[in-house]
Structures are given as C-alpha cells and as structure tokens.
Nanobody, 125 residues
Framework: QVQLLESGGGSVETGGTRELSCATSGLTFELYAISWFRQGPGKDREFVAGVAREGGAVEYADFAKGRFGIARDQIRNTVSLMMTSLQPEDTAIYYC??????????????????WGQGTQVTVTS
C-alpha cells in the first residue's frame, strides 16, 4: 500500500520560514517524480515544486523561485520543501504527490498517481 505522509505544517508569521517533509512508503521511490502542490482557499490546486525520479532535475512555479527549495533523500525516501520569505498568499494546504515516470520529466498538472492527505500552512500578517 502506497502512503505519502506530509508533516511540518502550521502557522508562521509573514517573512518567516517553514519546512515541510513528505515521507513515502510502499513504492519504488527512485522511479517516481515527487512534487508539492498547494490549494488555497477558493483556489484550484497548483504546482509548487517538483524533483525528478532519481533526483537531479528540479522545477519550481514562478512564485516559488528564489524562495522555496525542494530536496530529495534517496536513502530515507523522503522529499522536503523549505519555504522562506512566506507571505499571506502562501496560505494553503500543501500536498505531496508521486508520479511514476520513465524519464526525468516533472509534470505540473495535478494528475499524479498518489497523493498525501495534505498539511495546512497559514501565514499570518
């Protein structure tokens, strides 16, 4: 049974930092692209950042470039998302997702194979 479990959410002040973690189990980790998505109040789910299967390639949404960093741990089968300079518009539920890939591509559409339950991040002004 595949499981993705996010942790690290909570409340943070504007300008603050938060690190999210996604622990995976039940899948052959190195064969999956792992990405973070988010869904704010009244908004569609959107791509935040992703890392290719076996690591190496990463991609970021424009709003995440320069502020967020994604990292993949091939030993622990985890993916982290370090978020800095957080703003109220970053308030959302953040989801970890895994998608089987035969190459190093990182899909941005939210139609991944497996999803976590999400973790709430609230940025207060």
């Amino acid at each position: 049974q595949v499981q993705l479990l996010e942790s690290g959410g909570g409340s943070v002040e504007t300008g603050g930092t938060r690190e999210l973690s996604c622990a995976t189990s039940g899948l052959t980790f190195e064969l999956y692209a792992i990405s973070w998505f988010r869904q704010g109040p009244g908004k569609d789910r959107e791509f935040v950042a992703g890392v290719a299967r076996e690591g190496g390639a990463v991609e970021y949404a424009d709003f995440a470039k320069g502020r967020f960093g994604i990292a993949r741990d091939q030993i622990r089968n985890t993916v982290s998302l370090m978020m800095t300079s957080l703003q109220p518009e970053d308030t959302a539920i953040y989801y970890c997702a895994a998608d089987f890939r035969s190459d190093k591509s990182i899909p941005r559409a939210p139609d991944y194979d497996f999803w976590g339950q999400g973790t709430q991040v609230t940025v207060t002004s």
